[in-house]
Every structure is written in C-alpha cells, then in structure tokens.
C-alpha cells in the first residue's frame, strides 16, 4: 500500500499522464496548466509527488513524459529530483517504460 495519497488534482493530472502514455504521446507542461507563474509552480510539486507516487508503487515514472517545448526534455527541476530519489536511467528508457506498460 502507498504512503502517498495524491489529491483529487494530482490523480486528474495523472490519468492525462497515463492517456498520453498509452498513446505513446509526451504532454507540454502548457497541456497540464495555464501557463502563469503560480500555476507552473503548483505543476512542480504535483509531478514531483506523482514522481515519489510511481517510484513507490513501482510504476514508470510518468513525469518523464512531460516536456518543454522549447527543448523537447522535462524541466530542469525534473532532472534535479531524479538526481535527488537517485534515478538512475537515461530520459529515454524512462519514457519508453511509460510507453510500454
């Protein structure tokens, strides 16, 4: 059983990240909020506790399907939490796990 109990939001935001993974899509932050400086920060932490979510369930890390679109990559913030939970793995295997299950 999980320790993490998401919210009513991080599970909506959450089941777009499990569609668009089926798909074999990636999500724009911009798709998952407006796009205004607190909305953005709020994004933050709900990716950062569905990240914690799936690691602990033992998912593939749906974070790793949202990205920038400047860059086509995940935030700078995405890469300093996997820093942080020691993820070990290369953006693209991460995505492809997401694709696959």
């Known amino acids: 059983m999980s320790t993490i109990e998401l919210t009513e939001q991080e599970l909506t935001i959450r089941q777009q990240l499990i569609k668009a993974a089926s798909e074999g899509k990636t999500l724009y932050y911009s798709d998952l909020v407006e796009e205004d400086a607190s909305s953005v920060r709020s994004l933050k932490t709900i990716l950062e506790r569905i990240t914690r979510y799936d690691i602990e369930n033992k998912q593939p890390i749906l974070a790793s399907i ?5 860059t086509g990559l995940p935030s700078e913030s995405f890469f300093e939490l996997c820093d942080t939970l020691d993820i070990d793995a290369r953006l693209s295997d991460l995505q492809r796990k997401c694709f696959e299950y």
Do not use: E
């Open 66 to 70: 949202v990205v920038l679109k400047s």
